[in-house]
Every structure is written in structure tokens, then in C-alpha cells.
């Protein structure tokens, strides 16, 4: 590991001051979502339901620009040289690797607000700011040994400690007082090309956090001691042993071993059950039956699962796409919900998948209550099976010639997340709608490893919306469609809804928008200097409900005054 | 597993055009990572990232460790080492992929595995380090190239082809017309068969080459007062519309006070249509088309 360069003098003037102040109490976690965002989703529910009200549809039209930041990554210095002031803190740099990554700095991932200190990431990258200005208190770099390079979806806090992974497959732990490296810890092969990017969760004293992976390894939920990182649990999602429960659903042991289903988001927790309930990514490899054994439902994949968040054993299943064949995760944060299904109240889990099917079901027991197609186009599926699930149509899933698929790769709905009001009771989902050719190019009946043996070019089609659907029903009541100069249907960013009765998102034109929940009129907007890359997120401080959000580099804050 | 760009986009297309320059346009990243553990270096791009690499093996040792292989492994385990009737692949096993020179692939060998059938081989351990080299000459990555690829895209019955286009392009296409000459001028099928799906669309992943878009949109705006401007369409959102009129000049309007944008898309038809083809038909309209040189 690299020496940290710690700045003295700054960090620990920091330090001293806000001591007392940063510490988060897991028990705090347990409360909905208000004033601070201390957890990936805000709270464990994912429903990205703030209770803050100032902001309302009568006065949102005065909303304003409060304060905004670039983020400069690496290892160098500021984005751009400060002609005044006082010189930036010194970047603490960790990392076991000689590489540096120089890519675009895109926050794609929730940002921590705790105690009125912001905790942001990016791929390598931690900052922490002042929530009231933007200001940059400390930052963290570490130096990578290489691994995938494509985001991260934020930091995870436990009192004073905070958790994140890296690309090259460490769990680090910092001091949040002052970014100082705790210990790191390798928890997946690097070898076998796993990559991590999830935010992990802390529940209680356990740090759960999730794998990533392109090549044909098994995807794993691993939970670790938040004061010395060793681990609790490992929960594989397809079976590596013989007698594993679901290996029935693979050709063989060796199919379902190299079988893929990376938990590569966050996922809810629910409190009375105690059940950690997330979704599972893609079988692989993706686009090749045969190695998985043909029209076998290839479990745990494309799954919501539930665990104990004591032992990682699983609970209950409900898998969302039998034998996936497009690369479609279903690992999209599930969203918790306390509602009412044919006149009794039910104790819910909800998710729109990336298959462009949206799913209701019992979060107790895993049965599905309600399914519906959320996309207008996806035609991969002839339709549902008795369980409700989608039943996949082979001839759609590629060919020599091609195949015209909705959706193209990306799916109807992705890693941006999908936001619940139980003021409307709907589900707001970012929503593409689109069509590719998928071309077969791998003849050998042994298929192709990872992604490979199809090629996909997209033809658009569709267009950019945000969908909102009725949990009971399943129906989409509403739907808004960004105006664009031609349907070429990539989706959009994240989402927030709010007790202020406004639904917060980008657009795919760089405009940061206020939406009203109840009819996806736009009520209030603001171009920012690009697209919103993360989603929106709200929280108080000095008084004031503040509402924050990324486009790329840059973070920019609105507040009422 | 794979995320969707949002604002990176472009900059992905064009990494992944220039990784293709290499590779087969799998619409993926390049399969020789730019930077190599234990090699300083920096590595860029959205979601480029870098794996092991391992030192290319002496051309020598390689060859010694196929005959080996060739000997006593590619029967069960495939001539290249991606499995066979009765042995899984050794590309994608994670004793290999962890291996460094032998050390995990010698016990396995020298054993056997009982228990799966695997009978034991009494190599060397000299016979293990050159097996291992010979392994661990094969590139492995998420973005595996095809090697056995489609010899054409093309698969479809002209005459059945002929039969969809008089019926679904004719009213604005002819073969003798703007169409005469359509397979010379692009003489790559899949380019061809892209470019009368969705002229110029690129959206989702993939490379290949796609004709550039023909005619821009063209937009009409309406003021509550009844007042209009025409011209082609620079940019619209649900706020602001910008359009080029035909002297050249650039107008811009905001749009929320119930001004009308009427954007008239030349490609509509290709876009309305594109739910109502079976695959079978767009075989057949390519088979059709690629007959006009």
C-alpha cells in the first residue's frame, strides 16, 4: 500500500471540530427518510421517499441554486487552479496497485448526508464536503490495480467509519472524520475478473455488499464486521457445491458454478423479518443457452432474493426472468412498500425489472401478487407462465440473420433508481423504450464465455420516459416522455420523490426537472452543465431542505431562500 | 452483467469503434487491457478497466505444453481448451485462472478428481509448468471473440423479400430508383440491413457501420398567438426548441408557455414500422436487397 499523504494541518483542524458531530448510530437507519440521507436508497425501505416539505408545487418555481462543486479525481490537484483562498486539502492516497484511472469522473451513485457532511464517490474516488456550501473537507485516492472502471454507487456508514469498494476488489473502511484509511480488504478474486461497484449497506454491525463480474464467475452477497472487516457471511446466488438448492435448474455443476448472477446493487432491508431482499444479475454466459442447459431456469439469476441479514440464508426467491438471454439483470434496488392488495393489507416488495416487466410481491413469503409489462415494446417474451413470470420466446433471444429485440442492451429500466410515493401509491421508473438487432456470431455449440457471441446494433425506435405505475394493479397510470428530436430511447437518470409532493428527476437534455407526482407535469426545471448522472437526493441543514444532485463532475445543490 | 451509459455515451461509441478497430465489433472494450498488473500505467475511459495480463510464454515452452495438452487433456477438454464431450473448460476455471506457473493445475492433473471422472496423469512437474504455459497462452476476458463466425447475415428468400417491400417500402422506395445500385453502395449486408431498418440509428451497443442519418427533422412552432416558424430541427426538449429557418438562421424559443412544437420526423415511417416486421420478413426484404448492384 502507498504511504497516505495526509495534509496535517487541515485534516486534523477538521477532525478536532466535527468529532463529536459526524457519528452515525446504525439505530438511525432504521428511521424514514428525512433530514440527513445516511444509507444508499436514504432508508432501508429504497423507496427514495424523502418526509421534507418546504419544497412544495406552490413555491418550487423559486427554487434556486444554492451551491455547486466539481469534483477533481486522481491523484493530482484541483480541477482548475484557485487564483484566491486558502490551498485545497491534501489527497490521501491509498491503493496496492501502480495504476491510476483517468476517465471521466461521472457520480453515478447515492451521496451520504450525515451530520451536515456530504460523502460522495466515484470509481477509485471519495470526497467529503460540507453540506452546506459544497465545501471540500478531505478527499481519498486510491491507486488501482486495474478491474472495471464503470461507477460506483456510493459509500455505506457506520458511526464513524466509512465502507466502499473499488474496481479492483477491495472493501476499504475510512476514518469520516478525516478520509483516513482504516484497512482495505481484498473480498473477490481479481483474477477471475470480478469487479465491484455496489454501495455496500450496513445493517446493525453487518457491512453487505455485493459482486461484480463479465466473465463466467458466480456472483456472491458477502457481509463483514464493520470495526475489523472480517467476514460474517457468503451467500452465493447460483450453486457452486454438490446438493446446492437450485442446481436442478443447471446443465451441471459446472454451468451453475460459472453461472454469473452478481448482486451488483444495493438492496432493502426489512426490519420485522429481518430479511435483506435484493436482486440478482444476469446468468452467464449471456447469450448462450446451451452452456447452461437449454430452457433451464438457471437459479438464483435474474431473481429477488431474500436472505437473513443474521446468516445469509436464503429466505424466499421470485425470479423475474427464467433463463435470461439478453444480458437483463434484475439486480434494480427492490422498493419496499406497506400497502393494501384486494382489500388487505399486505407487507410488500416491488421492482420493475430491466426485462421491462414490473413485479409486486408478498416480501414475507415471496409470492407474486401482481405482474405487468411496463414497457410498450419488449417482445422477447410470448407472455407469463401460471407463477407470473414472463416466458421467454427463443426465437428473440438472437440469430444468424438478427433478431429485432426490444430492448436493446440496456433494457427497459437499469441501475437508475426507481422512486415509490405512498402519497400517490405509485412507482416512478426511469423507462426506455427501444429495439437491436441481435446477431448470433458464435457457431460453436460450446458458445462463447461472458458477453461474448452476439453482436447488437440498435435501431432506437422508442423514446426516454419516466413510467408511473400502480402498485396494486400494475398499471401505468401515467407516463411522461422527454421530448427529444427523434426516439432513439435510452432512458434516464434516477429518481426522487418527496412528502412535498414533487417527484425530482433529469431529463436525457441536461435539465434537472421537478415533476408533479400525481400527472408528470413539469413544474420547474433548470439546465445544468450535463445530464443528471445519478439520482436526485434531498436533506436539511442551516434550516433549510436542500435538494442535491450530479451531473458528471459536478454536484450542484437548490434550496428555497 | 452490463450498466447502461447515460452520459458517457459518445465517449464510449468511440472507444469502443476504436477497440473494434482490433477486434470484432462486439460493441465491447478492447480485449488487450492497457495497462498490466505490476506494470505502472494509467487506464481511462468509461468502464475500460484492466485485468492480469500474463507475460506472453516462450513460443518454445508454449509448444511443448500443447503437445503435452494434445497427449493427454484435449480429449476430454477440447483442442483449445474450451471443453469437450466429457471435460469442462479450462479457459474459464478458476484454477486456472488463479494459477500461476502450475502450482494449482499440478495437484488436479497429478490426482485426478475420482469423484468427476477425472482419471490422474503422472506428468512431471517440469511436464505441469509447460502444460500451465501452454494454458495460460489463451486470452480470457467477458468479451470473448467469436471463432466460429456466420459466414453472411444474409439468410433470408429474395423473392419472399421482394413480396414484403412491395408491400411495406414501395410508396416511397424503389429498386429502380433511389434504391438502383443500394448493394454496391453498401456492400457490407449487415450495413445494409441496418441502414434500411433505421437509417443512421445507433442507439444501444454494437458497432458495425451504420449510414449516416439522410435529412435532419424538420419542426413547426406556434405561438398562443398563432405566429409559426419553420425550419430543421437543431435540438428540442420539453423547455426550449432550436431550429435552423431557411435563410440559415438560428432561432431559439422556450416552449412552457403553451407554445405548440410540431416535430415532423422523416424517418417515421421507418420508426412506425419497425414493431410490425416478424424477423423472417427482414431476412427475406435484406435477402431482396442485397440483389441490387
Not at chain 2, 482490433?22 to 498488473?37: D, F, K, L, V
Not at chain 2, 473448460?89 to 490426482?111: C, F, H, M
Request: aromatic share 10%; glycine share 12%.
Amino acid at each position: 500500500m502507498m504511504r497516505p499523504l495526509v495534509c496535517l494541518a487541515l485534516v486534523a483542524a477538521s477532525s478536532l471540530v466535527a468529532a463529536q458531530d459526524t457519528e452515525l448510530n446504525p439505530a438511525d437507519l432504521l428511521k424514514p427518510l428525512s433530514d440527513s440521507w445516511p444509507t444508499y436508497s436514504g432508508d432501508y425501505t429504497g423507496r427514495r421517499y424523502s418526509a421534507l416539505t418546504q419544497i412544495t408545487p406552490a413555491n418550487v418555481k423559486n427554487l434556486t441554486l444554492a451551491w455547486t462543486t466539481r469534483l477533481a479525481a486522481g491523484p493530482g490537484g484541483p480541477v482548475a487552479p484557485v487564483p484566491f483562498g486558502p490551498r485545497p486539502p491534501d489527497i490521501i492516497v491509498g491503493g496496492v496497485g501502480d495504476n491510476e484511472f483517468v476517465g471521466a469522473t461521472t457520480v453515478k451513485g447515492a451521496i451520504l448526508s450525515v451530520n451536515g457532511v456530504l460523502y460522495v464517490t466515484a470509481p477509485d474516488n471519495v470526497w467529503a464536503l460540507d453540506a452546506h456550501d459544497g465545501h471540500l473537507l478531505w478527499r481519498y485516492f486510491w491507486r488501482t490495480r486495474g478491474g472495471t472502471h464503470i461507477g460506483n454507487r456510493g459509500a455505506a456508514m457506520w458511526r464513524n467509519y466509512l465502507f466502499f469498494v473499488t474496481p479492483d476488489d477491495f472493501l476499504i473502511s475510512l476514518d469520516a472524520r478525516t478520509g483516513k484509511e482504516r484497512w482495505h480488504k481484498e473480498i473477490a478474486n481479481f483474477n477471475q475478473q470480478y469487479f465491484l461497484t455496489s454501495a455496500p449497506v450496513v445493517v446493525d454491525n453487518h457491512v453487505i455488499v455485493g459482486t461484480g463480474n463479465d466473465l463466467d464467475s458466480p456472483g456472491y452477497l458477502s457481509s463483514f464486521d464493520p470495526e475489523s472487516g472480517d467476514l460474517q457471511w457468503k451467500f452465493y446466488t447460483v450453486p457452486v457445491n454438490p446438493g446446492d438448492p437450485g442446481l436442478e435448474t443447471w446443465k451441471d455443476l459446472d454451468a451453475a458454478r460459472n453461472g454469473g448472477g452478481h448482486p451488483w446493487l444495493p438492496g432493502a432491508y426489512d426490519p420485522e423479518t429481518r430479511l435483506y431482499i435484493f436482486g440478482t444479475g444476469n446468468p452467464t454466459p449471456a447469450y448462450m443457452s446451451a452452456p447452461r442447459g437449454e430452457g433451464m431456469d438457471n437459479l438464483y439469476t435474474c431473481a429477488i432474493v431474500a436472505v437473513h441479514v443474521d446468516t445469509g440464508k436464503m429466505a424466499w426467491y421470485f425470479q423475474t426472468s427464467p433463463h435470461e438471454m439478453h444480458d437483463w439483470d434484475s439486480a434494480q434496488t427492490p422498493i419496499l412498500v406497506d400497502g393494501t392488495i384486494d382489500g388487505k393489507p399486505r407487507k410488500l416488495v416491488v421492482t420493475a425489472s430491466r426485462n421491462g416487466y414490473y413485479f409486486t410481491i408478498d416480501r414475507r413469503t415471496g409470492e407474486r401478487l401482481v405482474t405487468s409489462q411496463f414497457s410498450g415494446t419488449v417482445n422477447w417474451a410470448k407472455g407469463l407462465n401460471a407463477k407470473g413470470q414472463p416466458v421467454r420466446d427463443p426465437a428473440k433471444d438472437h440469430h444468424v440473420g438478427g433478431a429485432l429485440v426490444s430492448s436493446a442492451n440496456g433494457g427497459a429500466t437499469n441501475w437508475p433508481p426507481a422512486a415509490f410515493s405512498p402519497d400517490t401509491g405509485l412507482l416512478y421508473v426511469p423507462t426506455a423504450e427501444n429495439y437491436a438487432m441481435y446477431y448470433l456470431t458464435e457457431l460453436d455449440p460450446r458458445g462463447a464465455m461472458g458477453l461474448g457471441g452476439k453482436e447488437e446494433v440498435g435501431v432506437g425506435g422508442g423514446g426516454s420516459y419516466i413510467s408511473a405505475i400502480d402498485y396494486k394493479t400494475g398499471t401505468t397510470v401515467w407516463k411522461h416522455r422527454f421530448r427529444t428530436a427523434v426516439g432513439d430511447g435510452r432512458g434516464g437518470p434516477g429518481l426522487l420523490v418527496t412528502a412535498g409532493r414533487l417527484l425530482f428527476g433529469g431529463d436525457v437534455s441536461g435539465n434537472f426537472v421537478a415533476f408533479d407526482p400525481a400527472s408528470g407535469r413539469p413544474l420547474w426545471h433548470a439546465r445544468l452543465a450535463a445530464n443528471v448522472s445519478n439520482a436526485p437526493q434531498t436533506y436539511l441543514v442551516g434550516g433549510k431542505q436542500h435538494v442535491l444532485v450530479a451531473a458528471g463532475d459536478t454536484l450542484y445543490a437548490f434550496a428555497l431562500y | 452483467m452490463r450498466y447502461i451509459h447515460l452520459i458517457a455515451l459518445a465517449a464510449f461509441v468511440s472507444s469502443s469503434l476504436a477497440a473494434s478497430a482490433q477486434q470484432p465489433p462486439t460493441g465491447g472494450r478492447p480485449t488487450s487491457p492497457t495497462a498490466s498488473s505490476g506494470q505502472a500505467g494509467r487506464i481511462g475511459g468509461a468502464g475500460i478497466g484492466a485485468y492480469p495480463t500474463r507475460e506472453p510464454g516462450d513460443p518454445a515452452v508454449v509448444e511443448r505444453g500443447r503437445n503435452i495438452y494434445s497427449t493427454n487433456c484435449a480429449f476430454c477438454h477440447g483442442a483449445d481448451t474450451r471443453g469437450g464431450a466429457s471435460g469442462p473448460s479450462l479457459l474459464r476455471s478458476a484454477i486456472v485462472l488463479d494459477d500461476k506457473g502450475g502450482e494449482l493445475i499440478g495437484p488436479v492433473v497429478q490426482t485426478g478428481r475420482p469423484d468427476r471422472g477425472m482419471p490422474k496423469f503422472p506428468l512431471s512437474n517440469a511436464q505441469i509448468a509447460d502444460l500451465a504455459t501452454f494454458l495460460h497462452s489463451f486470452a480470457v476476458n467477458g468479451y470473448d471473440s467469436s471463432r466460429q463466425r456466420p459466414a453472411t447475415i444474409v439468410v433470408g428468400n429474395a423473392a419472399a423479400g421482394e413480396a414484403v417491400f412491395k408491400t411495406k417500402c414501395a410508396s416511397c422506395h424503389s429498386p429502380t430508383g433511389d434504391l438502383q445500385g443500394l448493394a454496391t453502395r453498401v456492400p457490407d449486408p449487415r450495413a445494409l440491413q441496418q441502414g434500411w431498418l433505421m437509417p443512421g440509428s445507433t442507439a444501444g451497443r454494437g458497432g458495425g457501420p451504420v449510414p449516416a442519418r439522410p435529412r435532419p427533422p424538420t419542426v413547426t412552432v406556434t405561438f398562443p398567438t398563432g405566429q409559426k416558424f419553420e425550419g430543421e430541427l437543431e435540438r428540442v426538449d420539453d423547455f426550449v426548441v432550436a431550429l435552423r429557418t431557411a435563410d440559415g438562421g438560428r432561432r431559439a424559443f422556450r416552449t412552457t408557455d403553451g407554445t405548440k412544437v410540431d416535430v415532423k420526423d422523416p424517418l417515421i415511417a421507418h420508426r412506425e414500422l419497425l414493431p410490425t416486421y416478424t424477423d423472417a420478413e427482414i431476412h427475406n426484404v435484406t435477402a431482396f436487397l442485397v440483389t441490387l448492384k
